[in-house]
């Protein structure tokens, strides 16, 4: 392995520690971590979760100490590291002093840290070079520790992003880490709980409230509700906010929404003229003691006075360009105001709504194709079928369907779903729980024809149990070979959770996964609920997922006009690749089509001769050859459709690079 020689990456040029990155994760997965790409030539140690951790040695840990030291202090491809206590271990003290020299470290993530490794840490802080990212995941926070995150906030001119998640904890830590964010004026995304508003009787809420109401340095800000009924914390957040002209994304995640709250939001979102995002993330709506009128309006007709403010908020606000919504709460008639409201904006471009009533799908769906909607409304987690031929015939707006066998206790609405699925190219997530009783043979069989032969499913949930306990398929092997089949030979599922309730199930499908795993090169995402010690079989397909997800992040970049060589052999691999478009559209933040187009127009830039021998990294400019003395013909002369034709069975990685 190359981590104690000189970092070799520069400007189009990787590493070397990249050829070696699966036998790096061998040792770090033992430890819990693993170490990615996560942008183009760069690289972070990360978290694996459910991961195998091993009970090493204490030598083993001194090797992996040694290993990340080297790793840290000698690549300045390494931008990203998140440590906890089993990694830091005994040995804190060298791999601090590996952060504190770390060359291009621009992130740390900080979890459940010991309290020597967490005062370790805290002097190592001011000693980091320009660290851009800082989050800190601690149950416990002592004078020592917060004085060193206090001196880092007061002191950075590097840092952009600061995260704090935390359980309870003494006024005087909360007080001090937001007098230390009122000294920083670098800081343009923050993410905090409202922990950071407790206890009650402190001023850490009145503060918080000064430092929002004036920060001008606040691009994106995310708050997640600890506990339920929160309404006046975050009436405290949205009054402050009020006066706030800079900020351009806000995020509340997690918050009960009362009847004042609402107001406040529509009234920030009508008046605001600076956010371009606006997101209610798994938010609720309490139950309103005053019941809904009906107002006759100008502007929109008669509506109800549940929806009004969300319409004249969207009417008068002209910035806001991505929204997410909670539609639960609205009956049939105000979300098709609402869909009529999106589709005369002029500047939102997507708009998610998370949960609708079932009973009003199908109007919804009919609403966004009379007012052509469809390219930026999304219909967002598995609508549950109950009526299987108006959800699928009816409703090609719905794009992730879901079946519970307990909210549909029938068998015939999943025969009809199941049959019905194969011609339905719009549903592209399919997430199935039903009882095994449920799966006989034509179940099974209709299931296995489903999965085998879709060409546009890109996102399956099995799920198979009994009474109120999660089993696995068991000895039902054929319906894991099913599954194996699917992965093998599909192009667009990049994502399969599957929750066997014993370890035999697991086992045998990473055994038969792990053997044709390396040429497949769509699979993105493996969900099992048995994973903790599954061996080298898991190891393996969690390596390719490693190699698929860098892959797609590469192929994006390319797209949006990174154009090095080890970009073009990405997109290359992974054009068909839904999860590409994803990227491609969150980037670009442009819709399907136009994310394919660019898909396409990349793929075509270097077609021709000269073009892909610049990007092989041939030629500079364009290829030319000497005359010869037989008059043969050379590349140059073969004509464009030869040259077209030799393209298809050549790849800019067949071009090797010089060593």
């Known amino acids: 392995m190359s981590c104690r020689t000189p970092c070799t990456s520069g400007e189009g040029r990787l590493c070397d520690i990249f050829r070696d990155l699966s036998l790096y994760n061998e040792y770090f997965w033992q430890v819990a971590h693993e170490v990615r790409e996560v942008s183009p030539g760069e690289l972070a ?49 060298l791999i601090c002093d590996g952060l504190s020299k770390c060359p291009n470290l621009k992130k740390l993530k900080l979890m459940l840290l ?120 975050l009436r405290q957040i949205l009054r402050a906010l009020m006066s706030n002209d800079a900020l351009s994304e806000l995020n509340l995640a997690n918050f009960s929404l009362d009847d004042a709250n609402i107001i406040l939001i529509t009234t920030l979102l009508a008046k605001n003229r600076t956010l371009k995002g606006f997101n209610l993330v798994d938010c609720s709506w309490t139950k309103s003691p005053l019941q809904p009128s009906i107002l006759q309006t100008k ?24 929204l997410t919504l909670n539609m639960s709460c609205f009956d049939s008639d105000d979300c098709q105001s609402f869909i009529k409201v999106l589709a005369s904006s002029t500047n939102l471009r997507q708009v998610t709504i998370t949960q609708l009533r079932s009973e009003h799908v199908v109007k919804i769906c009919r609403a966004m194709r009379e007012h052509s909607v469809r390219q930026h409304v999304f219909l967002g987690p598995h609508q549950i079928i109950k009526d299987p031929v108006v959800m699928l015939t009816e409703c090609k707006e719905v794009t992730c369907i879901g079946f519970d066998s307990i909210a549909v206790s029938e068998l015939e609405p999943l025969r009809t779903t199941l049959s019905l699925l194969p011609s339905c190219s719009h549903v592209t997530s399919f997430d199935l729980r039903v009882n ?7 179940i099974s069989s209709l299931l296995a024809k489903y999965i085998t032969s879709t060409t546009v499913l890109r996102d399956l949930t099995l799920s198979i149990y009994n009474g109120a306990r999660y089993m696995a398929f068991g000895t039902e092997l054929a319906l894991i070979q099913m599954l194996v089949e699917m992965v093998q030979s599909s192009r667009r599922m990049y994502e399969l959770t599957f929750y066997p309730d014993n370890y035999e199930s697991a086992v045998l499908l990473l055994s038969k996964l ?84 660019r898909i396409r127009k990349s793929l075509k830039s270097f077609s021709e001769l000269d073009d892909f021998m610049r990007m092989a990294g041939v030629v500079h400019y364009s290829v030319t050859c000497q005359r010869r003395n037989d ?18 069975y050549l790849k800019v990685g067949d071009v090797l690079d010089p060593q």
């Open 299 to 322: 502007n929109f007709g008669k509506v109800s006075s549940r929806i009004h403010p969300w319409l004249m908020a969207l009417t008068e606000n002209k910035t806001l360009v991505e």
């Open 436 to 442: 095994e009783h449920f799966m006989h043979k034509e």
């Open 114 to 233: 010991t309290e020597d490794a967490a005062h370790c840490i805290a002097a190592a802080l001011p000693c980091m070079i320009h660290p851009q990212e800082l989050v800190l995941s601690q149950d416990h926070l002592d004078d020592v520790f917060v004085e060193g995150i206090c001196r880092l906030l007061a002191n950075t001119r590097s840092l952009k992003t600061f995260a704090m998640s935390h359980t309870h904890t003494e006024s005087e830590y909360t007080q001090a880490i937001l007098r230390g964010l009122e000294q920083n004026s670098t800081i343009t995304s923050l993410r905090l709980n409202t922990l950071i508003m407790y206890p009650e009787t402190s001023p850490s809420s009145t503060i918080f409230s000064e430092y929002l109401r004036k920060n001008r340095a606040l691009q994106t800000l995310t708050i997640f509700s600890r506990y339920p009924d929160e309404q006046a914390k």
């Open 514 to 597: 792990s053997h044709s795993i390396r040429s497949n090169y769509t699979l993105l995402y493996l969900r099992l609920s048995k994973r903790q010690d599954l061996g080298q079989n898991w190891f393996t397909i969690v390596d390719v997922k490693r190699r698929h997800l860098a892959l797609v992040m590469r192929a994006a970049h390319f797209v949006m006009g990174m154009k090095h060589k080890y970009c073009a052999e990405a997109v290359e691999l992974v054009h068909f690749n839904p999860r590409l478009v994803e990227k491609v559209r969150e980037l670009a933040l442009a819709d399907e089509n136009e994310a394919l187009s």
């Open 631 to 648: 008059g043969r013909k050379q590349l140059v002369d073969i004509g464009r459709d030869c040259w077209l034709c030799i393209r298809q």
């Open 45 to 93: 140690l990360v978290k694996m979760h459910g991961a195998y951790v091993s009970l090493e040695t204490p030598e083993r840990k001194r090797e992996f100490a040694s290993l990340l030291y080297h790793l840290l202090i000698l690549h300045r491809c390494v931008i990203s590291v998140e440590v906890d206590e089993y990694i830091l271990g005994d040995h804190h003290r």
